[in-house]
């Protein structure tokens, strides 16, 4: 439904660009999905009518990404920030995409870990 979809065209501008020199290029539409479940219900629509799918974190990225250059549905994965899991003893941590890195270290805070930026394995 509405709040969870948007065709309006400075939600889609905003989500048609990165930090990138990347010129702004739009998707046809941006959704929120919520669960797991959601992205694959999406994914599969999207799939069989061969529409571009295009998944969005925070829109920080230095390579142009989000950048919707064939149109398609823009899969903002923001409200999908749970943080699952966290084992002190592996050093792990079990996230939902939408987790920044700035909402971890607050999770980790007292525990004597911090996740740094730039740290491969994030996503």
């Known amino acids: 439904g509405a709040p969870n979809v948007s065709t309006a065209a400075a939600v889609r501008e905003q989500h048609g660009h990165d930090e990138s020199m990347h ?17 694959q219900e999406l994914a599969a629509l999207c799939h069989r009518c061969r529409v571009p799918m295009v998944p969005f974190g925070t829109g920080t990225g230095l390579e ?16 999908m920030a749970a943080i699952a899991e966290l084992s002190l003893e592996d050093f ?6 939408g987790v920044t ?23």
């Open 92 to 97: 792990s941590v079990t996230v939902e995409p």
């Open 23 to 39: 010129p702004c290029a739009p998707p046809d539409v941006v959704v929120w999905p919520q669960a797991v479940g959601q992205v």
């Open 64 to 79: 142009g990404g989000v950048n919707a250059v064939q149109g398609g549905v823009c899969f903002d994965l923001s409200r």
């Open 101 to 123: 890195h700035k909402a971890l270290n607050k999770h980790l805070r007292g525990t004597g870990l911090w996740f740094p930026v730039g740290t491969v394995g994030m996503g």
